[in-house]
């Protein structure tokens, strides 16, 4: 659960501000690269100091942030790529 939170959080609020930004897609999915990148280091400091557990310095630590921003790239990149097409049909 806790996993499934640090993932659908970060890809909602890339999404969000995505859609409220209304730029061209080429330029879209480079915001979405940077806030993917940039929500690894938010969830590590929500973690470290505003709930203040899991502190320790690990090894791993830069493993994590790769694939924790790889996820939410990668979702977030397909949800952006769906949504027009979505609403695309539904207002035909």
Known sequence: MQTAL???????????IIGILKLKPLFSYMAIFGLGVLSSF???????S??????????LN????????FYVIAICSVFYAIMPHASKQKSQ
């Open 42 to 48: 938010v969830v590590e400091f929500f973690f470290c």
């Open 6 to 16: 640090i993932i659908v959080i970060p890809v909602v609020v890339v999404l969000l």
């Open 62 to 69: 830069m493993v994590g942030f790769f694939f924790h921003s």
């Open 50 to 59: 505003g709930l203040q557990t899991q502190c320790e310095a690990d090894a």
